[in-house]
């Protein structure tokens, strides 16, 4: 499988700026009809119960979860560019989700890419760089790496276009690893931002 070239890279990119904007518009029209329905209906009478109040309260969380979100999303889409830029694309024959849990970020799923070398592949920390949720399709017929494994990457899912953002499980087994890395792939991971442990 040949690895995407410089001009599927950035469609790549724009399809998921594409759908992150698509989504907040989707919301802001959810919420906002949340917000604005029990006004509408007290005023004209239609429906007075202290239920549409709720629906006030849903629409407004919902306004603040996604506004706390959605900076978030952002950056990841802005480091997975800097990485696709710096780093080439690896073929690694597939990943394997290992285990998942809910944070604040979205879902944060544990896998392990397989390594076309012999030897085992370290757990790495995965999220959806648009906060999704779900797990990506076709993980299992081989995914695209980009990245510096002690200080993560970006997984591109083929098919889906799912971008990945990656690092290792246990951040402080690969300390050393990062300590005595050359200037230069320090230098490179602080361009990317990978050499930011955030999350």
């Known amino acids: 499988?040949?690895?995407?070239?410089?001009?599927?890279?950035n469609r790549l990119l724009?399809?998921?700026?594409?759908?992150?904007?698509?989504?907040i518009l989707l919301r802001l029209v959810?919420?906002?009809?949340?917000?604005?329905?029990?006004?509408?209906?007290?005023k004209t009478g239609t429906w007075d119960s202290p239920v549409l109040a709720l629906l006030s309260v849903a629409g407004v969380l919902g306004f603040v979860l996604m506004a706390y979100r959605f900076p978030f999303a952002l950056l990841s889409l802005r480091r997975c560019g800097k990485v696709l830029q710096e780093y080439p694309l690896e073929f690694r024959r597939?990943?394997?989700?290992?285990?998942?849990?809910?944070?604040?970020?979205?879902?944060v799923f544990?896998?392990?890419v397989k390594a076309d070398e012999s030897g085992g592949s370290p757990l790495l920390r995965a999220v959806d760089a648009l906060e999704r949720h779900r797990w990506p399709e076709g993980t299992e017929d081989g995914v695209w790496f980009a990245g510096d494994?002690?200080?993560g990457g970006v997984v591109v899912v083929p098919g889906s276009d799912t971008l990945l953002v990656v690092r290792p499980q246990d951040w402080d087994k690969f300390?050393?690893?990062r300590e005595q890395a050359d200037a230069a792939r320090v230098e490179r991971a602080?361009?990317?931002l990978l050499a930011q442990r955030v999350r």
């Open 149 to 151: 494994l002690p200080f």
């Open 94 to 107: 597939g990943m394997s989700r290992k285990s998942e849990s809910r944070t604040k970020y979205g879902t």
């Open 14 to 23: 724009k399809r998921n700026y594409s759908l992150l904007i698509k989504g």
């Open 1 to 9: 499988m040949n690895p995407p070239n410089a001009v599927e890279v």
């Open 110 to 112: 544990t896998v392990r």
């Open 30 to 42: 959810i919420f906002g009809v949340l917000c604005a329905t029990p006004v509408v209906l007290a």
């Open 190 to 192: 602080k361009r990317t």
């Open 175 to 177: 300390a050393r690893e």
